[in-house]
């Protein structure tokens, strides 16, 4: 099975603070382009940060100054720190790994949900 596997997702308090972790089953994941998603029930999926295997970054607006995508070479693993969280990031949160262009390869997701 190739897939990715995402972790670290939970409750956090307005204003806190969540890390999650995605790792490559069956893969390198840093091979691959890979982006953070969110999707809200009713709503299209939205990419919110990549990192290409450059090493180049990019955010939704959004969440600008407030995420950060990084990546561990040695530990096959992509994180999204995310900081000063507001309700709205509600949402499950999905790794995705590009052949090309194309989002190929997706995690099952990991609720967060941010409620005081």
């Known amino acids: 099975q190739v897939r990715p596997v995402e972790s670290g997702g939970g409750l956090a308090q307005p204003g806190g603070s969540l890390r999650l972790s995605c790792v490559g089953l069956?893969?390198?994941?840093?091979?691959?382009?890979v982006g953070w998603f969110r999707q809200v029930s009713g709503k299209e999926r939205e990419l919110v940060a990549s990192?290409?295997?450059?090493?180049?970054?990019n955010y939704a607006d959004s969440v600008k100054g407030r995420f950060a995508i990084s990546r561990d070479n040695a530990k096959n693993t992509i994180y999204l720190q995310m900081n000063s969280l507001l309700p709205e990031d509600t949402a499950i949160y999905y790794c995705?790994?590009?052949?090309?262009?194309?989002?190929?390869?997706w995690g099952q997701g990991t609720q967060v949900t941010v409620s005081s």
């Open positions: 995705a790994a590009a052949s090309g262009t194309t989002w190929t390869y």
């Open positions: 069956g893969f390198t994941l840093l091979d691959h382009n």
């Open positions: 990192i290409i295997s450059g090493g180049t970054t």
